[in-house]
């Protein structure tokens, strides 16, 4: 299966995903050099788990992510759409609520949650526009959205220096620690094909998410995005801009 392929079609992506499951947590350790840890750690501080919350972790693989919102004392939600993730992420996991759901089409009332968050999954969604407005009518008014994604290093020698590393040796590192070449180079080709900074900023307004912001972190590696749903008067104003 070629990554043009794959950009067409959501259930060869879970399956794909099905067929790393087992190894997707280690491999991503070594390709990140450690620093995914670091990621999800601002991440987390950004999304602010509290007691009480209602957090819908999407695209939420084996439950990595989801794991730090679940230890705060959050009610957190996983939901990834390959089924492989989700039978790892439930047998690594067993205090985590995963379920299966695709991002386009949620299987939850409107205004259901305090906070929706997706990490690293936004650039796997065959429609990420449409993901972002499924984002919205789950979140509650006044609720926020929490997005990390790969992005666009904003430095020329760190992007030359990492458009090196993707190409050439992360598909090399990966067939030997996940024993699986062809997804890392698709992981590869999609970082490239990924909007940078400023135009997902331009997707989520365009989603009718309100005071859109983003921050970088490792020069722009990756990328954390934020929003909020805006609250409607009944005016039929829009307050929270
Ligand atoms: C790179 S993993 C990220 C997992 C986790 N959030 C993390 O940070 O480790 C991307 C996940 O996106 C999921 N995914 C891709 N498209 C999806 C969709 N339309 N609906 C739900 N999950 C999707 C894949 O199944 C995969 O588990």
């Given at each position: 299966?070629?990554?043009?392929?794959?950009?067409?079609?959501?259930?060869?992506?879970?399956?794909?995903?099905?067929?790393?499951?087992?190894?997707?947590?280690?491999?991503?350790?070594?390709?990140?050099?450690?620093?995914?840890?670091?990621w999800?750690r601002i991440v987390?501080r950004?999304?602010?788990?509290?007691?009480?919350?209602?957090?819908?972790?999407?695209?939420?693989?084996?439950?990595?992510?989801?794991?730090?919102?679940?230890?705060?004392?959050?009610?957190?939600?996983?939901?990834?759409?390959?089924?492989?993730?989700?039978?790892?992420?439930?047998?690594?996991?067993?205090?985590?609520?995963?379920?299966?759901?695709?991002?386009?089409?949620?299987?939850?009332?409107?205004?259901?949650?305090?906070?929706?968050?997706?990490?690293?999954?936004?650039?796997?969604?065959?429609?990420?526009?449409?993901?972002?407005?499924?984002?919205?009518?789950?979140?509650?008014?006044?609720?926020?959205?929490?997005?990390?994604?790969?992005?666009?290093?904003?430095?020329?020698?760190?992007?030359?220096?990492?458009?090196?590393?993707?190409?050439?040796?992360?598909?090399?590192?990966?067939?030997?620690?996940?024993?699986?070449?062809?997804?890392?180079?698709?992981?590869?080709?999609?970082?490239?094909?990924?909007?940078?900074?400023?135009?997902?900023?331009?997707?989520?307004?365009?989603?009718?998410?309100?005071?859109?912001?983003?921050?970088?972190l490792?020069?722009?590696?990756?990328?954390?995005?934020?929003?909020?749903?805006?609250?409607?008067?009944?005016?039929?104003?829009?307050?929270?801009?």
């Amino acid at each position: 299966m070629t990554s043009a392929e794959l950009n067409k079609d959501p259930g060869a992506i879970a399956r794909m995903f099905d067929g790393i499951a087992g190894r997707y947590d280690i491999t991503n350790e070594w390709l990140s050099a450690g620093m995914a840890k670091r990621w999800r750690r601002i991440v987390t501080r950004e999304i602010g788990p509290r007691p009480g919350m209602r957090i819908l972790d999407i695209a939420a693989g084996t439950g990595t992510s989801s794991l730090p919102l679940h230890e705060a004392g959050a009610n957190v939600t996983a939901a990834d759409f390959s089924a492989g993730m989700v039978a790892e992420g439930k047998r690594r996991h067993p205090e985590l609520d995963i379920v299966e759901a695709d991002a386009t089409n949620l299987p939850f009332d409107d205004d259901t949650f305090d906070v929706t968050t997706i990490s690293f999954g936004l650039r796997n969604v065959i429609e990420p526009t449409k993901a972002l407005e499924e984002m919205l009518r789950v979140t509650r008014p006044g609720g926020r959205i929490v997005i990390c994604e790969f992005s666009t290093p904003v430095n020329t020698f760190i992007r030359s220096a990492y458009n090196l590393y993707l190409r050439q040796l992360l598909p090399r590192v990966a067939g030997v620690i996940a024993r699986n070449t062809d997804s890392y180079v698709y992981l590869a080709e999609s970082i490239a094909q990924w909007p940078n900074q400023p135009e997902l900023g331009r997707w989520m307004l365009a989603a009718g998410w309100h005071k859109v912001a983003y921050r970088n972190l490792t020069g722009g590696i990756v990328a954390m995005h934020r929003g909020t749903k805006p609250i409607v008067t009944e005016t039929g104003d829009q307050t929270g801009l």
